[in-house]
Nanobody
Framework: QVQLVESGGGLGQPGGSLRLSCGAS????????MGWYRQAPGKRRELVAT???????SYADSVEGRFTISRDNAKNTVYLEMNSLKPEDTAVYFC???????????????WGQGTQVTVSS
């Protein structure tokens, strides 16, 4: 019912910046929460940042002060601005959204396909 399409990512240098975008499309009444997770090789998927419809944000300690999450509610799109990149930020980044497709339905979780971010000189 809902698709999440990510863009951005790629290769970044230590200390550099990258920007990720993720747009949701399909049957959407509201998206109470959107966020980004990441999974490095051999590690579990971990939360990076989340943002509510009202703009309340939360961040993992490892990215606090370096990454900024934002969203455009009119476009059902979430962004992740990544600054001061470190090699340990290397991972596949996944977009996540809690979506209410119809006003009378429960929230459902949706995931993007993932986009690779590699930080290396």
């Amino acid at each position: 019912q809902v698709q999440l399409v990510e863009s951005g990512g790629g290769l970044g240098q230590p200390g550099g910046s990258l920007r990720l975008s993720c747009g949701a499309s399909g049957i959407i009444f509201s998206i109470p929460n959107m966020g980004w997770y990441r999974q490095a090789p051999g590690k579990r998927r971990e939360l990076v940042a989340t943002i509510t419809t009202g703009g309340s944000t939360s961040y993992a300690d490892s990215v606090e002060g370096r990454f900024t999450i934002s969203r455009d509610n009119a476009k059902n799109t979430v962004y992740l601005e990544m600054n001061s990149l470190k090699p340990e930020d290397t991972a596949v980044y996944f977009c996540h959204a809690e979506v209410v497709s119809r006003w009378y339905e429960r929230r459902q979780d949706y995931w993007g396909q993932g986009t690779q971010v590699t930080v290396s000189s």
